[in-house]
């Protein structure tokens, strides 16, 4: 070993060390313990993918799961496939495809409502640990579901009870109630240079 | 039903039929099929989420899949939990924990190359679908893996594998190889909120 690579590797425990310190810190002063709503919004891909990978950890930890999938269900999703039979997982989906297949106001609300129904269950049982509301924001930007109804079953859940929650347009009052929220920006997106959807990445 | 509703609905229809035309178009556009290379970048939470969910995903599909976690490993993380004996998923765990925690450079060096040569082995089989290399970019900040070796391998892997990468601060180069990159924005953190980080949804 040379003395500058000696000096360098000295340097970078030094300032490892600093950073060990501001880390643990940070860690020692995170003592809140709650069930936490996180809000996956933005354009980009990776919103519902970064719930189900939640979900999958939690299964992981043998957490009781619920999914309420809004809007999808015209294909099979990879999701839904590993998951839909899991004993740690109850799976609900919309089934109606996109608004624009549809293409009927009414029967997107009614499914909107009795899709919600489903989620209101998970949102009350405190056997469950996880609830999955997947592209749930589109139910509220299109007026199918009612917002403040939405926001009070959020508020009244069951203590520890987390729920993750996508889509784009996330509504302000959504984002002020939840306990984190990542935008996802689309800096470049396959589809866009003429690339189909794939299974496992995009579906 | 009133009229005006009818008429809303009418709206609605046509609206929906216009959007139709403009989506199924774009999915015609989309004829291109080849291994995407997805990276999920940015501050926020969901980058390694996001990533198990087309991992999830990919399984569910019966992609087979293969995992190299860089940097992790301290604790038990709920997507090696579920993943780690799947018989569509090897999994591989650099195992050494944060930089900050180990203080060796030398040693942090050593450990990224080893689990680095896990990557090209994935990178070189084309039996494995999906490739996830996650928190890899760390290693390039760090300097701990060089940057034009990892690219050419990417480049040279087989046709139609997929790669996805997470992690900080991905490079110019990194981004301009991928297909889709998405930056995952910290709006709003719980742990910043003095929140413990929580299982099933950080770890």
Request: net charge neutral.
């Amino acid at each position: 070993m040379t003395q500058s690579s000696e000096a360098r590797n000295a340097r970078h425990k030094r300032a490892m060390q600093r950073k060990k310190a501001h880390v643990d810190e940070r860690i020692a002063n995170a003592t809140i313990d709650k069930g936490l709503i996180v809000v996956l919004t933005g354009n980009g891909k990776g919103k519902s993918s970064s719930a189900f990978g939640m979900l999958a950890r939690s299964v992981g930890h043998g957490l009781r799961c619920g999914v309420v999938q809004f809007i999808k269900g015209q294909w099979e999703c990879g999701e839904q496939l590993l998951f839909q039979d899991h004993p740690l997982v109850s799976f609900h989906v919309m089934n109606t495809g996109f608004t624009w297949e549809t293409q009927d106001r009414e029967a997107d609300i009614a499914a909107a409502e009795s899709t919600w129904q489903q989620a209101e269950k998970l949102l009350q049982d405190n056997a469950v640990n996880v609830v999955l509301l997947d592209e749930l924001t589109y139910m509220l930007t299109y007026g199918y579901l009612d917002a403040s109804r939405v926001l009070d079953c959020l508020r009244n859940r069951p203590e520890g009870q987390h729920v993750i929650i996508t889509g784009r347009n996330a509504s302000q009052a959504l984002m002020e109630l939840a306990d984190t929220v990542s935008e996802v920006q689309d800096t470049k997106h396959a589809f866009n240079a003429g690339i189909k959807v794939q299974p496992g990445i995009d579906y």
